[in-house]
């Protein structure tokens, strides 16, 4: 990836932020001054006064190179969608940042290494997660993080069976089941007591919420694996929710399959800063207590 194949950028900006919106100012005039097309998805431009006529979902399909400027929120708002091998760098404006390891102060510099084709790009897998209805609807998401099933405030512990490969592994009585990336598993599967994965393996994890039988515990599959989760419990307040921004409710009659998204993602990583680094500085790994 140089300079001579980078033709047309994708830019994405969390429209909540006056930071990204200014920085998105900015590296608009620094795209510009260079000869490069600015594209910018709706929301995007809203924020920076300009018009535009590219949803998010499709941006990273119409350019070369995506650079979001925003949290991990931002960042799997657009990894959710068409990617078709269009790396993406992530600049973080936003709290923690695993996804969008980026600092403000780096983005210029990032910007010069990925023209000079210097850039260290990682492969993250993505799940393709179906549900089948009973009416015999049927929808496909794409998530880098997570689909996690899981009841209500108000909803009774939910029994749901899961099957891999159809197999049935156990029957969960628990507050929801999280289905996780390696890059998913420093999210709400961490929190649930799940694993750290290595970035990237070739697997994925699946966690319960609060189980009430202490011996389920997060399982560790083959991302080869079809994992299928079926609700057996009457309760009708249960939803599936993919990446913690989109969220469908879920009946007993519903299938819930999740495997390997044939299309994964291409970060851009800084090119002398490890996963582990990345580690230290996010969960305080190594650092004392006061």
């Given at each position: 990836?140089?300079?001579?194949?980078?033709?047309?950028?994708?830019?994405?900006?969390?429209?909540?932020?006056?930071?990204?919106?200014?920085?998105?100012?900015?590296?608009?005039?620094?795209?510009?001054?260079?000869?490069l097309e600015a594209v910018l998805d709706r929301e995007s431009a809203a924020a920076c006064g300009r018009e535009a006529e590219v949803s998010r979902n499709t941006l990273a399909s119409q350019v070369d190179l995506v650079i979001v400027l925003g949290g991990d929120g931002t960042l799997?708002?657009?990894?959710?969608?068409?990617l078709r091998g269009t790396p993406v760098l992530?600049?973080?404006?936003g709290f923690l940042g695993f996804l969008t390891e980026h600092s403000a102060e780096e983005l210029f510099p990032m910007l010069e290494t990925?023209?000079?084709?210097?850039a260290e790009i990682q492969r993250r897998e993505r799940l393709a997660v179906s549900v089948?209805?009973?009416?015999?609807?049927?929808?496909?998401?794409?998530?880098?993080?997570d689909a996690?099933?899981?009841?209500?405030?108000?909803?009774?512990?939910?029994?749901?069976?899961?099957?891999?490969?159809?197999?049935?592994?156990?029957?969960?009585?628990?507050?929801?089941?999280?289905?996780?990336?390696?890059?998913?598993?420093?999210?709400?599967?961490l929190s649930a007591g799940g694993p750290i994965l290595y970035p990237t393996l070739d697997v994925m994890v699946v966690t319960p919420i609060c189980p009430h039988t202490l011996t389920n515990r997060p399982i560790v599959l083959s991302l080869s694996s079809v994992v299928e989760l079926r609700l057996?419990?009457?309760?009708?307040?249960v939803y599936l929710t993919l990446d913690g921004q989109e969220g469908f409710p879920l009946t007993p009659h519903d299938v819930v399959r999740v495997r390997r998204c044939d299309e994964p993602v291409l970060l851009i990583e800084h090119p002398d800063r490890t996963y582990f680094q990345v580690l230290h500085r996010k969960l305080k790994w190594g650092e004392r207590g006061g």
């Open positions: 990836m140089t300079a001579t194949t980078i033709q047309r950028v994708g830019v994405v900006l969390k429209p909540s932020s006056p930071e990204a919106t200014e920085l998105g100012r900015q590296l608009i005039e620094e795209l510009e001054r260079r000869g799997l708002s657009v990894t959710r969608g068409e992530g600049i973080n404006m990925v023209l000079a084709g210097r089948e209805m009973s009416g015999g609807d049927r929808l496909t998401r794409y998530v880098l993080n996690v099933v899981t009841k209500s405030a108000l909803a009774r512990v939910v029994t749901l069976a899961v099957h891999v490969d159809g197999q049935l592994v156990s029957r969960f009585r628990s507050d929801g089941l999280i289905v996780a990336t390696p890059t998913g598993s420093t999210a709400y599967s057996e419990s009457p309760s009708e307040e």
